[in-house]
């Protein structure tokens, strides 16, 4: 079975084949843009990129970005630890075009290293596309469908609307249409009684968007309006920690090599077993996504505070404790003692 860091690898030397330079990703950590707290997309740092502002010394780019999605635009902190496939910090595996190749090769490459390289099952597979939005006189995106057509029949081929298929970075900036992929992990009784077509984009925890394409035409601006971009541009984002499970054909993403060595040394702390008690496994999900947030945070240069972004990582490190007191029965400071084997994982193959 392919190890996490192994998985992350081939994506990146995948997208080097293809003419990509590595870019690290940048700091979780925000400062130079009033928009935004923290890093919530790979697109962000290359955000000038897309505006015209400045240009790109590599037309093609490929990283893996940290990201946080607890505030602002995107938050799903609410779900974390509940569910099996929402995280605070997530590594998001990127590849980009600057006024370079478009939608046709996007989607090709994405076919490629899906069914080729990680050897996904394309039976498994759906794909989205923007259904077009009349009041922003967007037409439907013709386009990406020919293009999954000649790797999709037509009925795995579904039409999604602006929420799910027109992706912007916050409440102005680069934004445009996108085209999805997910996955259907579930079961092949559960896959043979119902159509996964019937579950995208429904929150069901087994039928899940992996991978998203989006292709950035337009400017959001903050009366509301859209004006086209300079140039076109492609911005795609992988979940890894869902990619992973995937790959690993695991049931949850803290089932994988990502979360498990987190949740196994939580366990030997509180003297407590995964898997015993669904109050108890929330919580040791919790801590097991909490502590990679607070710690790449703090490691980023953002401590704790009672205000503004350090009060985000307060309320992630707030929020982590208390599961840990209320359901693991700990009654002194735990989360430190996390720190060497995050600091192993992170230090051993991550980037
Ligand atoms: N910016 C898009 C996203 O965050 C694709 O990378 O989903």
Redesign the pocket.
């Known amino acids: 079975m392919l190890t996490s860091h192994e998985i992350r690898q081939k994506f990146i030397s995948f997208f080097e084949s293809k003419g990509h330079t590595f870019v690290k990703g940048a700091p979780i950590v925000v400062k130079g843009d009033p928009t935004l707290m923290f890093t919530?997309?790979?697109?962000n740092q290359f955000k000038d990129f897309f505006l015209g502002n400045a240009v790109s010394p590599n037309k093609r780019v490929v990283n893996s970005q940290k990201?946080l999605r607890v505030s602002g635009k995107?938050n799903d902190l609410e779900e974390v630890g509940h569910d099996h496939y929402h995280h605070t910090m997530f590594e998001?595996l990127?590849n980009w075009s600057f006024g370079d190749f478009f939608k046709k090769e996007a989607i090709e490459w994405a076919w490629e290293l899906l069914t080729e390289v990680y050897g996904l099952p394309a039976n498994q597979l759906y794909v989205t596309v923007f259904e077009g939005d009349a009041p922003s006189n967007i037409a439907f995106d013709q386009e990406a469908f020919d293009y999954w057509s000649r790797f999709f029949p037509a009925d795995r081929i579904l039409k999604g609307n602006k929420k799910d298929n027109f992706?912007e970075?916050g409440d102005t900036g680069p934004c445009g249409p996108?085209t999805e992929i997910h996955f259907d992990m579930r079961s092949e009784a559960d896959r043979a009684a119902v159509s996964g077509a019937e579950l995208v984009n429904n929150d069901h925890p087994e039928v899940v968007e992996i991978w998203?394409?989006?292709f950035m035409e337009f400017n959001r601006l903050a009366d509301g309006s859209l004006v086209k971009l300079p140039a076109k541009h492609v911005?795609?984002?992988m979940g890894f920690e869902r990619l992973v499970r995937g790959i690993q054909g695991k049931t949850s993403n803290y089932d994988t090599d990502v979360f498990q060595f987190i949740i196994q040394e939580t366990a030997a702390l509180a003297g407590k077993k995964y898997g015993d008690d669904e109050k108890q496994d929330i919580a040791f999900r919790v801590i097991a996504d909490h502590i990679r947030a607070v710690s790449m945070c703090i490691a980023d240069g953002q401590l704790p505070a009672n205000n503004g972004a350090g009060y985000v990582v307060r309320r992630i490190l707030r929020r982590a404790v208390r599961y840990g007191y209320s359901y693991l029965g700990f009654t002194e400071p735990f989360l430190h003692q996390l720190l060497p084997g995050l600091s192993n994982y992170f230090g051993n193959g991550s980037v």
């Open positions: 919530n997309a790979g697109m990201c995107h998001m990127g992706w970075m996108c998203n394409l989006v911005d795609t984002g």
